[in-house]
């Protein structure tokens, strides 16, 4: 891999970048280079726990991802288990460090569920604390009030209302079909499935969807609550064959449906090229006038297995590019899933680190390289609390992630 000299910083005297830029180049570069070949390494040591003066622990923000993730699953922990938190570095090595408008809606969502005091939650800002109360049942609104990911703040949120008195519910405002985040469709229709077999329920009824830059989709979410999250074994370590595989296109706004079948149509190729021997099935729509704010087009594609595994594909169809380009790439990422070999995609595999290590017992999941979203996850599980994770190797490209949770039962539910 070549890399040519980086140019002199602009009216700078000096010949040096400043160290926020040297920090984002490394990082990018440990993430192209040293990442892709040690993504399933875990410390053998424990990461240290610090704690500041008043008895909080520390959480930096800069470490692996580096980014929201850690926010979300730190605050989640502090919410669950009661642990007062210090958030330092936050998206230290980030174009624009610091809390994001998304990131303060999650963190204000969060502390509403268990009337905790947060301090210093503003945009810009790299350290906030968060002092959690207990967890209460009720009715919750938060609105990102931009196109920020309605699916991230489930992510964060809903585990906490596991451990809820009683029924709960989310209105959740924002972007139901984002870049760089889950799309809604993908929350219904493998996440939640999957997260079923841990014992965590909820519903999800999508008032009206919306997409970048406008924003404006609405999800209510029910949350109800469970005794403990039990470990999965099995049913996610053991692949099995495809079976069959599901496809939804859509448009919305002022673009024309012949548009959703032409994302359609490509889908089937590509499906026949990959993997010709599965049943498809399709979905092609336009959604009704009033059920979404701006305009978007995209896909999601999902495989199951014989052993009730779902991996999936997904794409946003992006300007001046053709529509079939959208299928086609929600296929590639379907593709490079099953070629992976493991019972979950890249996407599931972060999201499940959290009630794996919530769980009681042992949690087994077959897949692909650990990436680095789940490096981090597990980073921040292991610094929270005692699960305990490892993973055996069974070839470069697929390993066992095997997690022995903490069993945390809910004082509400518990006798």
Sequence with gaps: MRLDPLPAPPRLRCRCWPTSCLFCICRSLKSVLAFKAQMAAIPKERPKQEFDIDGRQIIDGSVLEGGGQILRNAAALSCILGIPIRVTNIRAGRDKPGLRPQHMTGLNLIASLCSGKLEKCAV????????????????????????????????????????????????????????????IDYTTMIFKPIAEKFEMHFEVDIKRRGYYPKGGGEVVVTSHPTKCLVGVSDALSQRGDLVKIYSRSFVAGNLPEHL??????????????????????????????????????????????????????????????????????????????????GCVDQHLQDQLILLMTLAQGQTKVLCGPLTLHSQTAIHIARLMTKAEFTVEMLDKNKCILTCDGIGHVNSYLAS
């Design 260 to 341: 959703a079948n032409k994302v359609s149509q490509s889908i089937s190729k590509s499906v026949r090229q990959n993997f010709p021997k599965v049943e498809l099935k399709q979905d092609s729509l336009k959604e009704p006038e009033g059920a979404a704010v701006g305009s978007g087009l995209g896909a999601i594609v999902v495989a199951e297995t014989s052993t009730g595994c779902l991996l999936g594909g997904s794409a946003l169809g992006k300007p001046r590019s053709p529509a079939e380009e959208t299928g086609a790439a929600a296929v590639r990422e379907l593709a490079e899933a099953v070629s992976s070999g």
């Design 124 to 183: 810009g800002s790299c350290e906030i604390t968060m002092d959690p109360g207990p967890i209460r049942a009720g009715h919750f609104v938060a609105d990102t009030k931009t196109a920020g990911s309605i699916c991230l703040l489930m992510q964060a949120a809903l585990p906490c209302l596991l451990f809820s008195p009683a029924d709960s519910s989310l209105q959740l405002k924002g972007g139901t079909n984002c870049d760089m985040a889950p799309q």
